[in-house]
């Protein structure tokens, strides 16, 4: 008797990605695709209806953050293991997904070969990311301590740094209120903090810095 397939669901807001995902994935005898989404609200109610067994989530959609659709899967009583498959930088990132709830943190640019690897070892109760990201979160609980951030953006929250990110991509505070469900003075919350802790004075500053840190990051 054939084993069954591994239902793999899919959260990009790019058709392209998804496509070549798709076409991936259902090459794989093992595995198919059962689904897929390009916003935070309607992977949320994919999932919950056709619960597959693992939902490989991007971390920039239409709608917000994928860290709102792991966190969700994390906290619901769905058995679904997440894969954060992103462009992001892994530095920044790979620790905020697993934290959050994922399995495995994946960068876009990974081949074809890790991605498959990464959906099997998660199907087997593992967890898949890089050997720099392994080696720096063994780095962090070296002596029982938690390492100093390397940066002062490590400081900032889920929140605030996807605040921050969405400020270097030109959105004004309207625009990220929108987003993410919030009103205009929680996002204005939001960007007092992220001075704070980045030791900006001003909007001007703030909006300088992460304009040049959105850059930097782009060209990563």
Not at 78 to 101: C, D, F, K, N, P
Not at 103 to 132: C, D, F, W
Not at 166 to 188: D, H, N, P, Y
Request: with cysteine.
């Amino acid at each position: 008797m054939n084993k069954p397939q591994s239902r793999i669901y899919l959260v990009d807001d790019h058709p392209l990605v998804r496509e070549w995902l798709t076409n991936l994935i259902d090459q794989q005898p093992d595995l198919s695709v059962c689904g897929e989404a390009d916003t935070a609200e309607s992977a949320i109610r994919g999932i919950e209806a056709s619960r597959p067994d693992v939902a490989i989530v991007d971390l920039a959609l239409n709608d917000g953050s994928g860290l709102d659709v792991v966190k969700h899967i994390r906290n619901s009583e769905l058995q679904t293991a997440v894969i954060v498959l992103s462009m992001h930088e892994e530095r920044l990132y790979a620790e905020r997904a697993l934290r959050a709830g994922a399995r495995a943190y994946v960068m876009k640019r990974e081949t074809t070969s890790n991605i498959i690897a990464a959906i099997h070892e998660v199907l087997a109760g593992k967890i898949h990311v890089s050997p720099q990201v392994a080696a720096n979160l063994a780095e962090k609980f070296v002596d029982g301590k938690m390492r100093a951030p390397r940066s002062p953006v490590e400081q900032l929250s889920d929140r605030e740094l996807e605040v921050f990110q969405m400020l270097g991509q030109g959105l004004e505070t309207r625009r990220i209120a929108q987003i993410l469900g919030v009103s205009i003075k929680t996002v204005q919350a939001y960007c007092a903090r992220i001075k704070e802790k980045l030791d900006l004075a001003n909007a001007t500053e703030l909006l300088r810095e992460a304009v040049r840190w959105n850059d930097r990051t782009a060209d990563a």
